[in-house]
């Protein structure tokens, strides 16, 4: 059942990120590049006593991608967002990517194994989250979580360059780490004003 006391807001915090990680292959295969996500939304009902219990939703903008790889040139970056918008993502047609949980298995006090579906350009596949969740005092949450998806299972291809020799694996890293805080219905209310 849905109270104050178990829903939290998950928004973006200077502490929080959600990012994707693509595994290069071939000549660069310890490269990785790093896509992290500056917009997204969601909430998660927690209760401490029955973590069972517990739901996720979260979505994020898929045209909020950004690239910081250190080892590529401001141009390579630019390059390689546009083909994720593009092409990877087809972001002008399927503007979120969201999960929403279904099951959540308890592993120890503070790891869970989080179930549910993941939709991205259109196709809505099962994915497992490996998450620690850490209550920070009474209204806010630390969850550090990772998944790992097939590219393939959604319909989409990495290009290799230079006749193979450099390529993309087709197994990518979902890596998130949020703070998400309870809100109270009045404060709700006010913020959805707002909007």
């Keep these: 059942m849905l109270t104050?006391?178990?829903?939290?807001?998950?928004?973006?915090?200077?502490?929080?990120?959600?990012?994707?990680?693509?595994?290069?292959?071939?000549?660069?295969?310890?490269?990785?590049?790093?896509?992290?996500?500056?917009?997204?939304?969601g909430h998660v009902e927690y209760d401490n006593e029955n973590p069972e219990k517990s739901r996720v939703e979260l979505s994020f903008d898929a045209n909020s991608a950004v690239c910081r790889d250190e080892w590529l040139k401001p141009d390579k970056q630019r390059e390689l967002l546009a083909f994720v918008h593009n092409k990877v993502l087809a972001a002008d047609r399927h503007e979120r990517i969201a999960f929403a949980s279904e099951r959540v298995e308890r592993k120890s006090p503070t790891r869970f194994e989080v179930l549910g579906t993941l939709g991205i350009r259109g196709s809505s596949k099962p994915v497992v989250f490996e998450v620690v969740v850490l209550p920070k005092g009474k209204d806010r949450l630390e969850i550090d979580g990772s998944a790992r998806i097939k590219l393939s299972d959604y319909g989409i291809e990495w290009p290799?360059?230079?006749?193979?020799?450099?390529?993309?694996?087709?197994?990518?890293?979902?890596?998130?780490?949020?703070?998400?805080?309870?809100?109270?219905?009045?404060?709700?209310?006010?913020?959805?004003?707002?909007?």
């Design 160 to 195: 290799s360059a230079f006749f193979g020799l450099i390529g993309t694996k087709d197994e990518v890293k979902l890596r998130f780490l949020l703070w998400p805080e309870r809100v109270m219905a009045d404060e709700r209310k006010l913020k959805l004003a707002v909007r």
């Design 4 to 41: 104050n006391e178990t829903r939290y807001t998950i928004e973006p915090t200077s502490e929080s990120s959600v990012a994707v990680q693509v595994f290069k292959s071939g000549l660069m295969a310890k490269r990785k590049h790093t896509l992290f996500f500056q917009r997204y939304r």
